[in-house]
């Protein structure tokens, strides 16, 4: 089976997780942590780093540590990972659902503006499979309504918008490093705040809300979203190899567009000057009618090709129901019924890629009347 994702630690991740265990530093304290927390701050400057135990919680932390919660709206795409969403209602704050752009999969900022409320706090934006949101539009509406960034770039670590990385283009930013994620450290994640005071909020709340110079003192309801220094020994690793999955993942995109883009029915992902897009997890968009996404992609499971469809739009999801919507979320209703996600592993050889390729080739030629 080609996998659409896989881990790769093939790097010093094995003599940094032996050098934990054979210290004895195996829990949140420890060299590597720090050392983790300061390679996203050389990567992203001017921001200030703190490593918790997944992405979710990231996204938690930063709304938190940013003063979000009841009361307060925070505006959240359509189509997203629930993650995004779920983090939004667990402060208490009140999520409103936006559509995206139908090329781009990301926030439509016309969209957000037209959503914009007197109770309106922050903006969302998430960096879908890679591809940087519209940020100057998004910090336009945001500068005019007073309204915070919070970056979701779970799926976008070294994708840039206009030279800039994705992390430096709001007051907060979150990564995951789940074992799909553009690095991995098992489970793991990082926020990072442009401002230092509530990075250090971040810090106390992250450790049961305990004082800094007062041990088992605990000034606020805290959380325990401290990340272990073996996950940060996998993760120091994991960034030494960063560039390089980054170039690996842009050469797999470079190469499906180019091979797709003259089947009838595929349109690859638009490429944008100034967005450069890490290629987290490749998609295209297919025609339906002329031919069902889902059709394809059960053809290639018989090949031995592992695909996955967009997400679900939020709005039909059982928990997402009730909650506050735009009326028109038709781009994201139509990427998730015709968009699929293409073997984009660090690990996929040439081979196995124009594998991919053919087979895509030939089952769209099969199924199309
Ligand atoms: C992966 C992901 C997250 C966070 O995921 P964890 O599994 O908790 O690390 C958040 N948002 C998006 C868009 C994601 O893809």
Not at 2 to 10: A, D, N, T
Request: aromatic share 8%; charged share 20%; with cysteine.
């Amino acid at each position: 089976m080609i996998p659409i994702l896989e881990p790769h630690l093939s790097g010093n991740e094995l003599q940094y997780v032996t050098e934990c265990i054979q210290s004895n530093w195996i829990s949140s304290q420890g060299k590597f942590v720090t050392q983790f927390e300061e390679i996203f701050e050389e990567r992203i400057p001017n921001y200030h780093a703190v490593a918790v135990s997944n992405g979710t919680v990231a996204l938690h932390l930063a709304l938190v540590a940013l003063g979000i919660g009841e009361g307060d709206e925070v505006i959240v795409p359509n189509l997203t990972f629930a993650a995004s969403i779920n983090a939004i209602m667990y402060c208490g704050a009140s999520p409103v659902l936006v559509d995206v752009d139908p090329n781009t999969c990301v926030l439509d900022p016309q969209q957000v503006r037209q959503a914009v409320s007197s109770k309106t706090r922050a903006i969302m934006p998430v960096h879908l499979y890679g591809f940087p949101c519209d940020m100057d539009a998004l910090q336009q509406i945001a500068d005019e309504f007073d309204l915070l960034i919070v970056e979701d770039a779970a799926e976008a670590l070294g994708s840039q918008y206009r030279g800039k990385p994705v992390g430096s283009l709001g007051n907060a930013a979150t990564f995951s490093f789940f074992g799909n994620k553009t690095i991995t450290t098992g489970e793991g994640g990082m926020v990072v705040f442009r401002d230092g005071d509530i990075a250090d909020k971040a810090r106390m709340l992250r450790d049961h809300g305990m004082s800094k110079s007062r041990r088992y003192w605990h000034e606020v309801i805290g959380y325990n979203y401290r990340m272990t220094n073996l996950q940060a020994a996998v993760g120091v690793a994991q960034m030494e190899s960063l560039n390089g999955f980054i170039a690996k993942k842009r050469a797999i995109a470079k190469k499906y567009s180019k091979a797709l883009s003259v089947i009838d029915g595929i349109t690859p992902p638009l490429e944008v000057e100034h967005c450069f897009n890490s290629h987290w997890l490749y998609w295209v968009k297919i025609d339906t009618s002329i031919v069902d996404p889902q059709a394809i992609a059960e053809e290639l499971i018989k090949a031995e090709i592992e695909t996955r469809p967009l997400f679900y739009p939020l709005h039909i999801q059982p928990p997402y129901t009730a909650v506050k919507r735009m009326e028109n979320l038709n781009s994201s209703i139509m990427l998730a019924n015709s968009g699929l996600c293409l073997p984009t592993a660090v690990t996929l050889s040439e081979k196995d890629q124009d594998r991919v390729i053919n087979e895509i080739i030939k089952i769209v030629k099969n199924l199309t009347p």
